[in-house]
């Protein structure tokens, strides 16, 4: 049971690079978010799909744009990378809307941008 | 505007020590949530709770909605639980409005 997978680990882009970060679950969960961390900040919000077809902005969505391709995938693209979007994305899922359900992470990718 | 405030921001303790870390909150929740975020980056949930209290091992989580707070309890630490916690609270959109953490540091 492999949880929440995220691919790549690590990647580095030049400015200007476009790249998609990939997020599968097998829980078989309706709901998947993308979140960044950076250095003393909390957790960020960047796109979420509370069902299989939605999606929807979250605290932090310019530069980025998200595919729920079906129940088990939700992928995050990053069209003209710029150094502001080096960070660490994580793709987590739950049950239903997080507010009220256990939410499973992904081990993150590690995003560095020149 | 939904914030979560956490203290401390760092935490050195020696091992054996019960450990408190305090989360608070500025708006009605349906759950707040505590998680783990090992050293090595991976993130787990350690608890979801809307009233009163949980215990899983040696670890405790309480809340009190009137005061809108709620604290994570250690006891008997162990450098094993050398880690980020992170709490978190429902946000308006039915997702989660993070504290930046803090970092708990147990020596042997």
């Known amino acids: 049971n492999a949880g929440v997978t995220q691919t790549p680990k690590f990647q580095v882009l030049k400015t200007g690079q476009s790249m998609t970060l990939q997020c599968a679950q097998d829980?078989?969960?309706?709901?998947m978010y993308w979140y960044r961390q950076d250095p003393g900040m909390g957790l960020r919000l960047i796109y979420y799909s509370a069902s299989e077809g939605t999606t929807d902005k979250g605290e932090v969505p310019n530069g980025y744009n998200v595919s729920r391709l079906n129940k088990r995938e939700f992928s995050l693209r990053l069209e003209s990378a710029a150094p502001s979007q080096t960070s660490v994305y994580f793709c987590?899922?739950?049950?239903?809307?997080?507010?009220?359900?256990?939410?499973?992470f992904g081990a993150g990718t590690r995003l560095s941008v020149l | 505007k939904n914030e979560v405030e956490q203290s401390p921001q760092n935490l050195t303790a020696q091992e054996g020590e019960f450990i408190t870390i305090n989360c608070s909150y500025s708006?009605?929740?349906?759950?707040l949530h505590w998680l783990q975020q090992h050293p090595g980056g991976g993130i787990v949930s350690l608890f979801m709770l809307s009233s009163g209290k949980k215990k899983h091992g040696r670890l405790i989580a309480t809340i009190n909605i009137q005061e809108k707070h709620s604290s994570l309890h250690i006891t008997a630490s162990h450098p094993r639980d050398s880690a980020v916690y992170i709490c978190?609270?429902?946000?308006?959109?039915?997702?989660?409005?993070f504290g930046k953490g803090t970092k708990l540091s147990v020596k042997p």
């Open positions: 708006v009605g929740i349906s759950a």
């Open positions: 978190a609270n429902g946000g308006s959109q039915g997702n989660l409005i």
């Open positions: 987590a899922s739950s049950a239903g809307l997080v507010a009220k359900n256990i939410q499973y």
């Open positions: 829980m078989n969960h309706n709901s």
